[in-house]
């Protein structure tokens, strides 16, 4: 019997391990570039604070938040291009946790 597989619900459930792939490098960025890291609910915040250490990842950061909800939430279904979006911007900033902490 074939299955049916919700490649939509799919879709969502990659971006949101982009996400959370992402707020933990930021975290690593954070705490190389000035020991510590912002711990809170507050997404904007924590964005601002690794936009001081870095500007470009505050964007990439910035970009991924922005997809929390709907992904882990299921507000709307994500397209490809959203996760193709969301692989990028995880993988520039395990990239950059990498570069900052070997």
């Known amino acids: 019997m074939a299955r049916h597989v919700d490649y939509d619900a799919l879709i ?3 971006v949101a391990l982009c996400v959370l792939s ?3 490098s930021s975290d690593s960025i954070s705490i190389a570039a000035t020991s510590g890291y912002y711990s809170g609910p507050d997404h904007t915040a924590a964005v601002i604070h690794l936009a001081s250490v870095d500007r470009e990842a ?3 950061l910035q970009r991924l938040v922005g997809l929390k909800p709907p992904s882990n939430y299921g507000d709307r279904l994500l ?3 959203n996760l ?3 692989l990028r911007d995880a993988q ?3 990239a950059e946790a990498h ?3 070997a």
């Open 12 to 14: 969502n459930s990659c």
């Open 22 to 24: 992402g707020v933990a």
């Open 58 to 60: 505050g964007k990439r």
């Open 79 to 81: 397209s490809i291009a």
């Open 84 to 86: 193709l979006g969301a």
């Open 92 to 94: 520039a900033l395990l």
């Open 99 to 101: 570069r900052r902490t």
